[in-house]
Nanobody, 118 residues
Framework: VQLQASGGGLVQTGGSLRLSCAAS????????MAWYRQAPGKQREVVAG???????NFADSVKGRFTISRDNAKNTLYLQMNSLKPEDTAVYYC?????????????WGQGTQVTVSS
């Protein structure tokens, strides 16, 4: 599975951005898709995840501000980010975890930069 993230950019505090992650194949059978982020000098952390059944989970730091969704028809994962804060500044990566007959595959997109100015 190849993943292409897009939608990052520069936004002011309180603004919004929507990230997209386009997959090279159907995401219908992908068990878990998620967004991670990595700020300078920090470890990569999970931001939000969504299962194939549509169940979602969020990091405490983004609850109530971010929404994750997946459009199986478009093979695309989204992250709607509202009320952005400077501490949300990071490179955001999409991730897919897919089970096949060969085992579990873990796939990453290339990352998209989000910068929130104060």
């Amino acid at each position: 599975v190849q993943l292409q993230a897009s939608g990052g950019g520069l936004v002011q505090t309180g603004g919004s951005l929507r990230l997209s992650c386009a997959a090279s194949e159907s995401i219908f059978s992908i068990n878990l898709m998620a967004w991670y982020r990595q700020a300078p000098g920090k470890q990569r952390e999970v931001v939000a995840g969504i299962t194939s059944a549509g169940s979602t989970n969020f990091a405490d730091s983004v609850k109530g501000r971010f929404t994750i969704s997946r459009d199986n028809a478009k093979n695309t994962l989204y992250l709607q980010m509202n009320s952005l804060k400077p501490e949300d500044t990071a490179v955001y990566y999409c991730n897919a975890l897919k089970r096949s007959s060969a085992g579990w595959g873990n796939y990453w997109g290339q990352g998209t930069q989000v910068t929130v100015s104060s």
